[in-house]
């Protein structure tokens, strides 16, 4: 893997140039390298690091846990516990979120579906077939 500018990372990784300034200002990255110029280079170990960023956003992971994330990381082996906690932690969110979307999906259907047999009237009262307190 090559050393890639700011704008060849960026376009991998369907981030803004700012947003990786952004992430080497607050910790979630290591320093990036700069040539003579000034201009920033990312060699694999940190093209790395921006891939585990990006996983773990598209996983939900607030970028201050994330900054946790990468202090443990840098700290070795003594923060694994903490480290499977954090990760633990968002898979469980995510586990809920799914069954959120789960639940609604099905009742959509159900509703879409009382529409299209014409059991919807108007007479009929639109809120009596959502009943999330007993969810």
């Not at 920033?40 to 093209?47: D, I, K, S, T």
């Not at 992971?61 to 923060?79: F, I, S």
């Not at 898979?91 to 979307?101: H, P």
Request: glycine residues 6%.
């Amino acid at each position: 893997m090559a050393d890639l500018t700011i704008t060849e990372v960026s376009q991998k990784y369907r981030l803004k140039p700012d947003t990786l300034c952004y992430y080497e200002r607050i910790g979630l990255i290591p320093p990036v390298p700069r040539q003579s110029n000034g201009n920033r280079y990312y060699n694999e170990g940190l093209q790395g690091w921006i891939e585990m960023i990006v996983c773990l956003r598209h996983s939900g992971v607030p970028v201050e846990k994330l900054v946790d994330y990468a202090h443990m990381l840098a700290q070795g082996d003594r923060t694994l516990a903490a480290r499977e906690a954090l990760l633990k932690e968002q898979l469980a969110e995510l586990e809920q979120q799914r069954f959120n979307l789960n639940r609604s999906i099905k009742r959509l259907k159900h509703k879409i579906a009382l529409y299209e047999s014409g059991e919807i009237k108007q007479d009929k009262s639109y809120f009596e077939e959502y009943k999330i307190i007993d969810d």
